[in-house]
């Protein structure tokens, strides 16, 4: 059986000077990483973003999805299948693409190894819609993810080295808020005592490790927009309150360069290119079901700067990744789609509609049509709530019969929703060539921004002066569907300080199971008239919003009774097998 990684194997790779040619990108702008990746120097990227103005970026298309289940849906494939699709169609069509630019670029999340080596593996794409080179990006591809872990451990250090010397700044060591990052899945480490070694040892607490993409300093590195904000969004982090409970910031501490200075060469995005040499950046790399889940704002601006169209991706379903991408990045970033793509498949909507997995390649209509009730929600959301154009990109497999696919494609169209069925896994961009057409009229023809139909006016789910418990309310009966939100007394008086200190005024980030729109993971479909259970709130100030920790989801997952490092390998020739 031929796999990704054989696939990958097998594919050229242009040198990644020729990739960046296509962007009108000379080698003076890059710092090549070997032949086939690079690294974009951050305050060029802000320079070309300049020149263009807001009217020479291309247009953002944002692939999301409905709420994922075992049987995956493909979004990150479909992302790379659609701008390869792109690719395609301008050529087919002879678009007037300006020098410098590139039909179609992709903007994507750098894969975390807590994933590769756990159960859900990496985030390259799949099948012949891949970023390449898949092995380099999935295991540590240019070392980002150690410097943002570097800098989020430094700061954690320096708390505890300045309680050991003499607490100036009087720090409470019960109200530490800063955690140690590693970037695995490791359920050892959630709750764990330090300092335990005598006077020398440090003062012994309580402590817990997060896994590196649930960090606030990967939040402020996705979101930052320059080297200097990056360094005043790193000195707003909190690490700790004082006895009296008053925040102490990384600036309190005199870190914040120090800091900036482990992750200035990391905030340039890197550029990459898929199996059919679309241009991809690919950088940071947050979970949305636990944070803001969007790749860093820089590695979006790159990709507005230099394509047509810009195709991104929000992690899991419109619910977490497109809520946060248009609630919080879009909203600090200035930018916003131009068209949506929700991504389904018949597989998840008979899993959604009652299925078990085990059944889901036996024909079944009527699950189909319960399970449509998920992917309805979504779109809904997105059309109503965000006020966006939606195209369904339903991914076929090979076990989807005519009917089933006919049945998804009838729903939809009955509906006005448009719909197209596309297969870029088995046949790569040209496998993509309809839904990128119908891409390009939902988001008015190819052209930028300062083109033709003009950008969709943000709308946003919550508006920023709201208490911090009126915008969680929001998005839980927007968005969820839900009838009302679980706040106990201990979560409104840290909301309650939150708005104290000032930070009242910010974007809420909501940390759920992505499995179901509520926040128990085994009730699936579209629930209506649930409660959202907040268990606990933390303040991102760097990052700029307020996590609210809902249900049982953890922000330092574990590994499964058969987790993927078991298959993973290398040969004595170097080459290695097993990802996926």
Known sequence: MTTDLDIASAATILPIGDIAASLGLSADDITPF??????????????????????????????????????????????????????RLAEEEGWQVPVGRAPAVLALREPSLGPVFGMKGGAAGGGYAQVLPMEDINLHFTGDFAAIALANNLAAAMVDNHIHHGNELRIDPRRVEIRRVVDLNDRALRQLAIGLGGYTGGMPREDAFDIVVASE??????????????????????????????????????????????????????????????????????????????????????????????????????????????????????????????????????????VPKAQLETEDVQAITAGMANLNRHIENLTEVYGLPVVVSLNRFPSDTDEEVEAVLGALRSRGVAVEMAEHWAQGGRGALDLARAVVRAAGGPGLQGEGKPVPVPRF??????????????????????????????????????????????????????????????????????????????????????????????????????????????????????LF
């Open 217 to 354: 300093v990967m939040a402020v590195f996705c979101l930052a927009t320059s080297l200097r904000d990056l360094k005043a969004r790193l000195g707003r982090i909190v690490v700790a309150r004082t006895f009296d409970k008053q925040p102490v910031t990384v600036a309190d501490l005199g870190i914040a360069g120090s800091l900036t200075a482990l992750l200035r060469n990391a905030l340039s995005p890197n550029l990459v290119q898929t199996i059919e040499h679309t241009p991809a950046f690919v950088h940071g790399g947050p979970f949305a079901n636990i944070a803001h889940g969007c790749n860093s704002v820089l590695a979006t601006t790159a990709a507005l700067t230099h394509g047509m169209y810009a195709v991104t991706e929000a992690g899991f379903g419109a619910d977490l990744g497109a809520e946060k991408f248009l609630d919080i990045k879009c909203r600090a970033a200035e930018i916003w789609p131009s068209a949506a793509v929700v991504v389904a498949t018949v597989r998840v909507l008979k899993f959604h509609g009652g």
């Open 34 to 87: 070997g032949h086939d990746k690079a690294k974009i120097p951050a305050m060029r990227v802000i320079e070309n973003r300049d020149a263009a103005g807001s009217s020479g970026l291309g247009r953002l298309i944002l692939v999301t999805a409905m709420s994922p289940t075992p049987a995956g849906e493909g979004k990150t494939t479909t992302s790379i299948g659609l701008a390869d699709g792109l690719s």
């Open 461 to 578: 789910s919550y508006p920023l002066e709201l208490p911090l418990t009126e915008k969680i309310e929001a998005v839980a009966r927007r968005i969820y569907g839900a009838g009302s939100v679980e706040l106990p007394a201990a979560v409104r008086r840290k909301l309650a300080m939150f708005e104290a200190d000032g930070y009242g005024d910010l974007p809420v980030c909501i940390a759920k199971t992505q499995y179901s729109f509520s926040t128990d993971a085994t009730v699936l479909g579209a629930p209506s008239g649930h409660a959202l259970a907040v268990r606990d709130v933390r303040l991102s100030a760097g990052a700029g919003f307020v996590v609210a920790i809902c249900g049982d989801i953890m922000t330092m997952p574990g590994l499964p009774k058969a987790p993927a490092a078991l298959r993973i390998d290398v040969d004595d020739d170097g080459a290695i097998t097993g």
